[in-house]
């Protein structure tokens, strides 16, 4: 047989990688301004006609090229970023393929005017499907200009496939916008059809955010900052209460790249656990720097994926950050009370001890005949202040008065100055309605239950050494063998809310201790419902375990809607309720309470 192995031709190599670089006109708009970026441009001007069908034009004032350069610029592999398969891991530079101007040139009408700051004359070249219609010399400013015209027009299937100039304007906008968010003290502008988009100056990151994306979004931003060995992470987030039914406005950066990772996303968005409205999702523009060789950004030839040697250490300092910073910054209720911004986040799990054996208290008075609900469905109810649940705690003195200090804070603030009295009432078994200067409120006492307890288990988890009760009498309990095999692999995080285990065997668990917070016969509901909701989350890091397991538990001990309660336990719903970081949401998002204004009842009455 002969052979029928055929090297093929350059341009036909060039459409097929044109394929992969080139999707749309909104990736010529990046590999362009990406090169002018690299050619060390302080000015970048983007031209578009038509959604970028007929023209993408980058004019730039960056360091140019000589004549041989220009020449070569075209040609595959051709790229003056790196020079060796080392290189890949000590990137510095968008560019390393030397493909893009290879696949535009195989795919469109280009035309490059490009000339050097000491150079006398620029080089001009056109070509067109790869092949070079003119190159002759021109007079030019110093920098690049690169207009792609006609698009795909050697490719109809292409073509014809490109989306409205609606939809591709704003693919377009969109990569314009990644581009510009990373690199504010370049100056940008972007001209559709001759009408002029965007003027972008340079400015620092905060302006730059807001440049982009209207001034509203200065009052919503909350600062990020932290520096550790493995990562640097600055940027910004949304405050919760600005977040939105749409995805949009979502940018991580990588080492001065766009890039995708669900992963990291995750790490974000679970941050705002409990403080978003399901269905809403947080903004955010987060930029994280890490070490060049500890990335690998050639997985993709568009370079929006990369892969991490350490993305769970990535993913648990992201998420750390986060919530810290919301905790900080993030603390005005929707209502008029003031408090105060410089608390600290209790869910100090960085100071916990990770594997401290629980205290063991034995409840001397336990009577197992004894069905004592109501105490149990609110623990705090009578003269048990809740705090003093916590006086036998062997805890570090600073870790006491850390607490106190945010009782005194807080309940100083709120009490004195806004609650204008202390009486309550309950309607309808499920609404505790109480007055503060400005108005009312209705409080769902569920969901601010919930809310009480969600922090309060937090807490304990976290920062706290949990209390325990012995069981007089061991509970058998059964599950299946995954279960059981699920429980042996939170057991310690179990044990850190209270939790005492004799044995975890093939399908039993045997129960010895419980915590002070919860009674006998929830034991089996409360671990039924733990996991379940962790088989529903994505337990990657400890800390979203620890999480899921506060919420839950808060989800089952909360009182419920239906109950009656004394004018002592509605006063402790609202006095806690208050004391909580976040008292407007329960764990799970929904509003904890709403409020209504006497100026707004006024108005009902036509006062
Ligand atoms: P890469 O960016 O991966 O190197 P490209 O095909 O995008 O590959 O560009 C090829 C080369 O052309 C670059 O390495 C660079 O040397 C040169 N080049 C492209 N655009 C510009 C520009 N705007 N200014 C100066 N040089 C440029
Ligand atoms: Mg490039």
């Not at 020079?83 to 493909?99: I, V």
């Not at 109501?374 to 109810?381: D, G, H, I, R």
């Not at 337990?539 to 004018?567: E, R």
């Amino acid at each position: 047989m002969s052979d029928i192995i055929q090297l093929l031709p350059d341009h036909v190599a060039n459409q097929i990688a044109a394929g992969e670089v080139v999707q749309r006109p909104a990736s010529v708009v990046k590999e362009l301004l990406e090169n002018a970026i690299d050619a060390d441009a302080t000015s970048i001007k983007l031209l578009i006609k038509d959604a970028g069908k007929s023209l993408i034009q980058v004019i730039d004032n960056g360091k140019g090229m000589s004549e041989t350069d220009a020449r070569l610029s075209f040609e595959r592999h051709a790229t003056s970023k790196i020079r060796c398969a080392e290189d890949l891991f000590q990137l510095n530079t968008k560019g390393f393929r030397g493909e893009a101007l290879a696949s535009i040139a195989a795919i469109a009408h280009v035309e490059l005017k490009t000339k050097q700051e000491q150079q006398e004359l620029g080089s001009h070249l056109k070509i067109e499907g790869s092949e070079i219609m003119l190159q002759d010399v021109i007079s030019t400013s110093k920098g690049t200009s690169i207009a792609v015209k006609n698009l795909f027009y050697n490719i109809p299937a292409r073509r014809n496939f490109l989306k409205s100039n609606q939809v591709e304007t704003r693919h377009i906008i969109d990569e314009f916008q990644r581009v510009v968010l990373v690199h504010p003290t370049i100056s940008f502008s972007l001209y559709h059809n001759e009408n002029e988009v965007y003027r972008l100056n340079n400015c620092n990151l905060r302006q730059r955010i807001v440049a982009v994306l209207g001034k509203k979004t200065n009052e919503k931003l909350i600062p990020i900052n932290e520096k550790t060995d493995v990562l640097e992470l600055t940027g910004f987030v949304s405050k919760p209460e600005y977040s939105k039914k749409k995805r949009g406005e979502q940018f991580f950066f990588v080492n001065q790249r766009f890039i995708k990772n669900p992963y990291l996303h995750h790490a974000i968005v679970s941050a705002f656990d409990g403080l978003l409205s399901s269905g809403y999702h947080p903004s955010y523009f987060l930029y994280l720097t890490v070490p060049t060789n500890t990335i690998d950004i050639n997985i993709h030839p568009t370079k929006t994926e990369v892969k991490f040697d350490n993305e769970k250490i990535l993913y648990a300092i992201i998420r750390s950050t986060v919530k810290h910073s919301l905790g900080q910054y993030s603390v005005a209720p929707a209502i008029d009370f003031n408090r105060d911004a410089t608390l600290d986040t209790p869910y100090n799990f960085k100071n916990k001890k990770i594997y401290s054996e629980p205290k063991i208290e034995v409840n001397r008075d336990f009577n197992p005949f004894k069905n004592d609900h109501k105490v149990t469905a609110f623990p705090y109810s009578k003269n048990q202040d809740w705090e003093s649940l916590y006086v036998d705690i062997k805890a570090p003195i600073s870790e006491i008065r850390n607490i106190e200090v945010k009782h005194e804070i807080i309940e100083s603030n709120l009490f004195d100055s806004d609650r204008v009295s202390s009486k309550t009432f309950q309607i309808h078994g499920k609404y505790i309605i109480s007055t503060i200067k400005s108005g009312v409120i209705f409080i769902n006492q569920n969901l601010a239950h919930q809310r009480i307890l969600y922090e309060e288990f937090l807490e304990t988890i976290t920062v706290k050494e949990a209390m325990s009760q012995q069981l007089l009498f061991p509970l058998d309990i059964h599950f299946s063998k995954d279960d059981v095999q699920m429980i042996r692999e939170i057991q310690g995080d179990l044990e850190s809310t209270g939790f005492l285990f004799d044995r975890i065997e093939d399908e039993t668990i045997i129960v010895k201790g419980i915590p002070t917070t919860i009674n006998e016969s929830q034991v089996t509901i409360i671990i039924e419902q733990l996991l379940d909701d962790i088989k529903n989350e994505i337990p990657d890091a400890s800390f979203s375990q620890l999480d899921v397991m506060a919420k839950s538990m808060a989800k089952s001990l909360a009182i419920k809607n239906g109950a009656y309660l004394s004018k002592e336990e509605q006063e402790n719903i609202v006095e806690h309720l208050f004391a909580c970081k976040e008292s407007n949401h329960s764990p799970f998002g929904k509003p904890t309470f709403i409020s209504m204004e006497t100026k707004d009842i006024d108005k009902k009455f036509e006062l």
